[in-house]
């Protein structure tokens, strides 16, 4: 048997620290990226556990600290309905209703007249999603601008139908 670095017992030991450093990597990414209803998340982030049901968010404290933040979004809809998660800044003396009022009278284009800090898109019943998002103090909401009625159909701006919570990042 041959040794030396082109000997087939060089090449099966490569390929056997190969096939061996691949899992343990994917071993930390998998630790990383679990989701549990823990405050921290991946590389020691707060993480809330956020979730839609009656076309209401339900999960996130009124009151978060400012920074980075993980928020896993997920849709618990009795029926089949798309949502989103839309996180906005409301200017100063505005609130929710005023993000609800907007969404009656303006439907989806209303979404265009808020402050985006990011948002989770399209989350299908069942579903769940996760995104980071940088949150300098100030007061915010969580909308959706998604239309469409439980189990199909069209309808208006889930906002419109009170799908926004207001929180504030001290």
Known sequence: ??????????????????????????????TSCSSSNTV????????????VQKFRF?????????GNLIINFSNRESLPITHE???????QGKTK?????????????????WLHFGEIPEVDTGATKSQTFDLPAGTYALACWQ???????????????GMVFQFTVS
């Open 1 to 30: 048997m041959r040794t030396g670095t082109g000997s087939p017992a060089g090449s099966r030991l490569r390929r056997w620290m190969v096939v061996l450093s691949v899992p343990m990597g994917l071993l930390l990414l998998a």
């Open 40 to 51: 921290s998340g991946g590389g020691g982030l707060p993480t809330q556990n956020v979730f």
């Open 58 to 66: 339900h999960g996130l404290p009124t009151t978060l600290a400012s």
């Open 85 to 91: 998660m839309v996180l906005i800044a409301l200017p």
């Open 97 to 113: 209703q005023d993000v609800i009022n907007d969404a009656k009278s303006g439907g989806a284009k209303s979404e265009d007249e």
């Open 147 to 161: 239309n469409g009625n439980l189990g199909g159909g069209t309808g208006k701006v889930h906002a419109a139908r």
